[in-house]
C-alpha cells in the first residue's frame, strides 16, 4: 500500500473520517441555505453581465441559459470564499469543518481513486439501463441541444450539446462544469453541513443518505435518470469521505466527471468534430 500513499494503510474499509464542527448543526444547515440561495442570485447577477458583455447567438437553447452556464464559475469563487470563512466563525477552524486535509495518496493511489470512480459511475449506469430496460436514446440530445422525441433530456444536457457547436462559448462554459460547480456543490454538501450531520445520531452513514438526497434533489429540472445518477454519485462521495476524509477527493472526482463528459459531448458529439 505504500505505492498507493499513506492513507490506503488498512485497506478500504478503515475509517479516515473524523468530523470537528463546534459551529452546531442548526448554523450549519443555515449556512448551507444561504450559500445555495447566494449562488443563485449570483448566479442571476453575473447572467446580466454576460448577456450585455457578449451576443450569444440564441440557437436552440435560449441565450439566457447559456449565460447562466458561463455564470456559475465566478459564482461558485465567491461563495466557496463565503464558505471558508463561515466555516471559521463560532470558533471553527475552517479547513478542519470542512475537511480540507490533503489527503496523503501518491499519484498512482490518486489515479486509482479516480479511475475506480469513473468505473462505478459507469457501472451504476449500466445496471440502472439494464434493469428498468431504458432507452438511453430517449435522454440524448440531437446535436445541436434538440430535445428528443420522448421529451427534455435535461436543461443542462441540452444546453451542452447546444454550446458544443461554438469553441468559444464551450471554452467560457467548461470552467463552470469542470470546476465551478463541483467545488461549491461539495463544499455546500459534503462541507461544513456533512461535518455537522455526522456528527448527531444520523452517523456518517445517514449523513451520506441525506446529503445525496438533498444534492440529487437539487437538480429537480433533470430527468429522473439524471438525478438517480447523482444520488448514486452522493453516495460513492460519502463512502469517500468516511474513508479518506478528505473533501479534496470529492472535488477532484466530481470535477473529473464532470469534464470528461462534457469533453466527450464536444469532441464526439458536437460540431467540433
Not at 117 to 131: E, G, K, P, S, T
Request: proline share 5%; net charge positive.
Amino acid at each position: 500500500m505504500k505505492l498507493l500513499g499513506e492513507d490506503f494503510t488498512g485497506g478500504l474499509m478503515r475509517r479516515g473520517y473524523w468530523p470537528s464542527n463546534p459551529t452546531g448543526l442548526w448554523y450549519s444547515l443555515a449556512v448551507a441555505v444561504v450559500l445555495m440561495v447566494l449562488h443563485q442570485v449570483l448566479q442571476g447577477v453575473f447572467v446580466l453581465i454576460f448577456m450585455l458583455l457578449f451576443k450569444m447567438t440564441p440557437g436552440v437553447t435560449p441565450s439566457v441559459t447559456k449565460a447562466a452556464l458561463v455564470s456559475i464559475f465566478p459564482a461558485s469563487l465567491i461563495v466557496a470564499g463565503l464558505a471558508y470563512w463561515l466555516a471559521g466563525l463560532r470558533g471553527g477552524v475552517p479547513a478542519e469543518v470542512l475537511n480540507l486535509r490533503w489527503p496523503r495518496l501518491s499519484l498512482i493511489g490518486w489515479l486509482l481513486l479516480v479511475i475506480g470512480f469513473m468505473l462505478a459511475m459507469y457501472a451504476a449506469i449500466m445496471a440502472i439501463v439494464l434493469i428498468f430496460h431504458i432507452d438511453v436514446s430517449q435522454y440524448t440530445p440531437g446535436s445541436h441541444g434538440e430535445s428528443p422525441k420522448s421529451g427534455s433530456a435535461g436543461a443542462v444536457k441540452e444546453a451542452m450539446f447546444d454550446i458544443s457547436n461554438t469553441p468559444w462559448l464551450f471554452a467560457l462554459v467548461f470552467p463552470s462544469i469542470a470546476i465551478g460547480a463541483p467545488l461549491a456543490e461539495e463544499l455546500i454538501f459534503r462541507g461544513q453541513l456533512f461535518s455537522a450531520l455526522s456528527q448527531t445520531r444520523l452517523g456518517v452513514a445517514g449523513t451520506t443518505l441525506v446529503t445525496a438526497a438533498m444534492w440529487s434533489l437539487l437538480h429537480v429540472t433533470e430527468p429522473w435518470l439524471s438525478i438517480g445518477l447523482i444520488f448514486v454519485m452522493g453516495l460513492i462521495f460519502g463512502w469517500m469521505m468516511w474513508r479518506f476524509g478528505s473533501l479534496w477527493l470529492t472535488v477532484a472526482c466530481h470535477g473529473i466527471w464532470n469534464g470528461f463528459y462534457a469533453l466527450v459531448i464536444f469532441f464526439h458529439l458536437g460540431g467540433a468534430t
